[in-house]
């Protein structure tokens, strides 16, 4: 862990194993009639040193990825792997044992509902590692010091509590309570979305930096693409329950290869004038033919202006470069389809 | 960073002691509680000294409260029944705490089989009508108020664990206790370090009202003459002798009557104002959305995105 | 030597200087704005103009005054709130002083609003569509059917497919963005001329919030609506807004055409934001910060109140007030050497 990290754009080399591998999971939440499927057959991996940018929109099924790959929900269908160890299989007693290892972490969007308003900042730091059973003052002292120093906290916020510091101070804390325990793979779900522009930028560059002095692996889970753009070294796009584009971050937000993608990276509001698409070219229209629709049609199909016959059936993620994977069955079509004239005079709405 | 104004204040049990209210119940609650100890040694007179020319007397120097029926000093049966009134009534509120706080907390990690079977004898505990429940423990048991509160303490257990399940549930579902369970903690270390500080409060007011009403139980079965031989003086015994011979001394009653309200009200005034202080205090994460960015402005916040 | 005095500032063409022009929908005169019961001013000096038919962005951090500038233009300040000085003043009418009747013949006829979270803002057990008539029958008397067809033309105004259906909908059945759109529907109801937007797409996903922009445009368009568009995003209000004002503890330190100001930013903070906000830059990039806090809400502060983070302060900036100084075509700065650079020039 201490040894630098390879450059994370041409990263491992070929294969080496993955840190993290999320196989064919399905999640479904809820019982009964209730019951919800969210996500469904999300394949990733994670390498180490890598910082991934895990996006979607409401419904997209982040936030119960993320919360699968920690173990807080089961998933009906696949598994998850951790450096090759299948942690989704581990229950109770060998699920704590493993979690003590503190191999994985995760921040949590909300650090006011995250962190126990009636603990002092020592205290919740520390609470990773009381729990694995030191008990040497000076020990913890010195790591729970060392690892509020990581995200540029010090000394003074030891004895308060999480109501006696502002928003910024409080993810930090988060974070560092998840550094505590020194994790491989650290998941951050919406780290950043309740502050303002530039504390945003100051823990997101943090994340970089500890990304490459500890060598961690980070996802990274926002809504807000440009500023995830600055940091991540690949995106996956997450839509309804699964990932419909996996690859790395420069190229899939110039050129998105998926629909979705495209219709994300034109509706985020810019100032440059050079984008190729505009949200109008890339919404339904009511006369665009009926899409496919029925159980196993492409999750996408309903909201996508160039669904075919072919969309009936689910597309797999496909190669589409390197390391670059979409699943999209016309993929190599809809972009020109887009740009003919029809389109230029698209609806202001989608729904 | 400079220190900034606490967005979430804590209030510590401190700041209850301020309320009048609370004062004046406090104290009450100071008295009876030397009177538990000390109430025998510190009546004037000797309670069950009987006097045949003092019967029925009011209130007079030598006997500040009048006496009762065969002569006795009022004041100072009074005195020596707090203590088993009192301790008796503590005795059912006992079992009832640890019959019914423990599996309330217990239960909310315990999953669902023991919550809902738990849950099941909670119900049928409560629906059992309580004097033939204290009836049939006496008879087994023997006649004595130690005894007879046995089944009262076991009848209060439900209360307790609602109340106790109720804030459980509340404070398990927090994200903080999910870190914790990442970070591997047991049960057991959930319990102690994030859950058990913070049900407190309501296990606390729920013992306040509880003990109030074992108080009026205590009165009421020794009222009915259930666990107590005669001369021993408790509250609901002296009561009740004083309502037989109310033609002769209609003032009377009011006496023991007056104690029983006053200690109950106490112990009720205690419980609300521990309630309100703990409503508005550990509990209260007021989320972002509704805090005024310019009345209440931290730096680092902004106005948080509601995400669904 | 400070500049202390507008007669000392030289006439540029074209940046004329000018008292409320009759065509002025909004008026804001150097109003302050205190809170908790007169303890802090807030809002310090902001003026700024609606014509009919812009749309107004204003923009800044939380604390930084906006809010509450749009919430005394709507007469609606919280409590321990209230205007200090200066003037509110729609369609050339003073309404600072407003009694609450006043305020009530303009909401809804003159001005309408709409907030940042609207399940918040509907009565949740009764359906959105009762919820527009109702507004509509008290405010323009109509009749029930009158009411009605209102009622789904307005939703079919604002984009709602299937208006017939979502009229019987309650709000936990829609999503946030139609929700969003029933609300923009209940502001607009009574043809307002303003319409008073506070932060209302930041709780929304981006491809909804895309469309919810392109509604209010399309209102404007369509309808000569003006709106006053607050919002912490600088990307979504340089995308939708012109003109702009930059909002920084209390204060306007920037207003003008909203290209203008992305292109030649002349306040320092303004200059700081554009490297901060990511207005729509998806490259991989080092991401700027700005360096210290800004003051506490009222903080007395002599001098320039971005001073002590300025990269650029000179001694002078905290020597008195610093007015705002013209520096291009309807552009204004809040700075002192902006206020050098456009004499010396």
Redesign the interface.
């Known amino acids: 862990m201490t040894a630098a990290p390879p450059d994370p754009i041409t990263a491992a080399p070929a294969g080496t194993p993955p840190l993290l591998a999320v196989e064919s999971v399905d999640v479904t939440l809820g019982r009964g009639w209730r019951a919800n499927r969210v996500l469904s057959g999300v394949d990733l991996d994670v390498w180490p040193g890598e910082i991934v940018g895990l996006v979607g929109?409401?419904?997209s099924g982040k936030t119960t990825l993320a919360r699968t790959v920690?173990?807080?929900v089961n998933p009906k269908r696949g598994r998850i792997l951790l450096e090759g160890l299948p942690i989704s299989a581990l229950r109770r007693g060998a699920r704590?044992?493993?979690?003590?290892?503190?191999h994985?972490?995760?921040v949590?969007?909300?650090p006011?509902?995250?962190?126990?308003?009636?603990?002092t900042v020592a205290g919740i730091v520390a609470?990773?590692l009381r729990?694995?059973g030191q008990t040497d003052r000076d020990e913890i002292r010195r790591r729970v010091t060392s690892a509020l120093e990581q995200p540029g906290l010090d000394a003074?916020v030891l004895g308060r509590?999480?109501?006696?510091?502002?928003?910024?101070?409080r993810q930090r804390v988060s974070i560092a309570?998840a550094l505590a325990?020194e994790p491989r793979l650290l998941i951050c779900d919406?780290p950043v979305?309740?502050?303002?522009?530039?504390?945003r930028?100051?823990v997101?560059?943090l994340l970089d930096q500890l990304r490459t002095s500890l060598g961690l692996a980070i996802v990274v889970i926002s809504?807000?693409?440009?500023?995830l753009?600055?940091?991540?070294d690949r995106v996956v796009v997450l839509y309804r329950g699964r990932i419909v584009e996996d690859g790395p971050?420069?190229r899939v937000?110039?050129t998105p290869r998926h629909p979705y993608t495209a219709?994300?990276?034109?509706?985020?509001?810019?100032?440059?004038h050079d984008r190729p698409f505009s949200?109008?070219q890339l919404r339904r229209t009511d006369s665009d033919p009926a899409p496919p629709a029925g159980p196993g049609a492409c999750v996408f199909a309903a909201r996508c202006p160039f669904a075919a016959a072919v969309c009936a059936v689910q597309p797999p993620l496909t190669a589409v470069g390197e390391r670059w994977s979409v699943a999209c069955r016309r993929h190599e079509e809809w972009a020109a389809l887009a740009q003919s004239a029809t389109r230029q005079e698209g609806p202001?709405?989608?729904? | 960073m400079t220190g900034r104004r606490p967005v979430i204040g804590r209030n510590g049990s401190g700041s209850v002691l301020r309320l009048p209210s609370v004062r004046i119940a406090v104290g009450v609650l100071a008295v009876i509680a030397i009177l538990v100890a000390f109430g025998s040694t510190l009546a004037p007179q000797n309670p069950l000294a009987i006097n045949a020319n003092a019967l029925f007397q009011g209130p007079s120097a030598h006997h500040l409260l009048g006496t009762d029926y065969l002569g006795r000093d009022v004041l100072s049966r009074l005195m020596a029944g707090t203590r088993l009134s009192v301790l008796t009534a503590l005795e059912a509120v006992g079992i009832g705490l640890a019959l019914g706080a423990i599996p309330g907390i217990a239960t909310v990690f315990m999953g669902r089989w023991f919550d809902f079977v738990i849950n099941r004898v909670s119900d049928a505990l409560m629906t059992f009508p309580y004097i033939f429940f204290v009836v049939a423990v006496t008879a087994a048991l023997g006649n004595g108020l130690v005894q007879a509160m046995i089944p009262v303490g076991i009848l209060l257990a439900p209360a307790f664990f609602r109340v106790t399940r109720a804030a459980t549930i509340e404070h398990a579902r927090a994200q903080y206790v999910e870190a914790a369970e990442l970070l591997g903690a047991s049960k057991l270390h959930v319990i102690r370090v994030h859950v058990l500080r913070k049900v407190l409060p309501n296990i606390m007011v729920t013992t306040a009202a509880m003990t109030a009403a074992a108080l009026l139980t205590v009165s009421f079965l020794t009222f009915l003459g259930i666990g107590v031989q005669p001369p021993t003086p408790t509250w609901g015994g002296i009561l009740s002798s004083d309502l037989d011979y109310l033609s002769q001394a209609p003032w009377a009653p009011f006496i023991p009557g007056a104690l029983i309200a006053v200690t109950v009200g106490a112990l009720n005034a205690l419980a609300d104002a521990v309630r309100d202080r703990s409503g508005a205090g550990a509990l209260a994460l007021t989320p972002l959305v509704h805090i005024d960015p310019s009345l209440e402005h931290a730096h680092g916040d902004r106005q948080s995105r509601s995400v669904a | 030597m400070a500049i202390d005095s507008r007669d000392q500032w030289p006439d540029l063409a074209g940046a004329a200087r000018h008292d409320v022009v009759a065509d002025d929908l909004l008026y804001l005169d150097d109003l302050h704005v205190s809170v908790h019961h007169g303890v802090a001013t807030a809002v310090r000096g902001v003026s700024l103009r609606v014509r009919p038919g812009e749309i107004v962005g204003l923009v800044g951090e939380s604390g930084s005054g906006k809010t509450l500038t749009c919430r005394a233009t709507l007469g609606v300040l919280p409590p321990g709130c209230a205007v200090e000085s200066g003037s509110v003043s729609f369609g050339g009418v003073d309404v600072t002083w407003l009694a609450r009747r006043g305020w009530e013949r303009l909401h809804g006829s003159q001005m309408g609003a709409v907030f940042q979270d609207p399940a918040s803002y509907l009565n949740p057990v009764i359906a959105v569509g009762p919820q527009l008539t109702e507004v509509v029958r008290v405010k323009l008397r109509l009749g029930r059917s009158a009411a009605h067809r209102r009622a789904l033309e307005l939703f079919e105004a604002v984009g709602l497919r299937q208006p017939e259906r979502v009229f019987h909908q309650i709000p936990a059945e829609l999503s946030g963005g139609m929700l969003q759109r029933v609300t923009i529907a209940i502001a607009i109801s009574c043809d307002p001329q303003l319409l008073v937007a506070d932060e209302p797409t930041t709780a929304l996903d981006v491809t909804i919030q895309a469309e919810v922009l392109e509604l209010l445009q399309r209102l404007r368009d369509e309808r000569g609506l003006a709106v006053l568009f607050v919002s912490h995003d600088l990307a979504v209000i340089t995308k939708l807004c012109d003109p702009i004002a930059v909002f920084y503890a209390g204060e306007i330190v920037e207003s003008g055409p909203a290209e203008e100001i992305m292109q030649r930013p002349r306040h320092p903070y303004t200059q700081a934001l554009l490297r901060v906000a990511s207005v729509g830059d998806f490259r991989r990039r080092e991401l700027a910060v700005i360096a210290g806090q800004p003051p506490q809400v009222g903080e007395d502060i002599t001098g320039c109140r971005f001073a002590a983070r300025c990269p650029v302060a000179v001694p002078e900036c905290a020597a008195g007030p610093v007015l705002s100084v013209p520096v291009g075509e309807r552009h204004e700065a809040r700075c002192v050497l902006a206020a050098r650079a456009m004499v010396a020039s």
């Open positions: 929109e409401t419904g920690v173990g807080l704590r044992a493993e979690r003590r290892r503190g994985v972490q995760l949590f969007q909300d006011l509902r995250s962190l126990d308003p009636d603990l609470e990773g729990i694995r003074t509590t999480p109501g006696q510091i502002s928003g910024g101070q309570r325990v919406e979305s309740a502050l303002d522009a530039s504390t930028n100051y997101l560059r809504h807000d693409l440009s500023s753009a600055g940091i991540a971050v420069d937000f110039t219709l994300l990276m034109a509706s985020a509001p810019s100032v440059r949200p109008r202001t709405h989608a729904r």
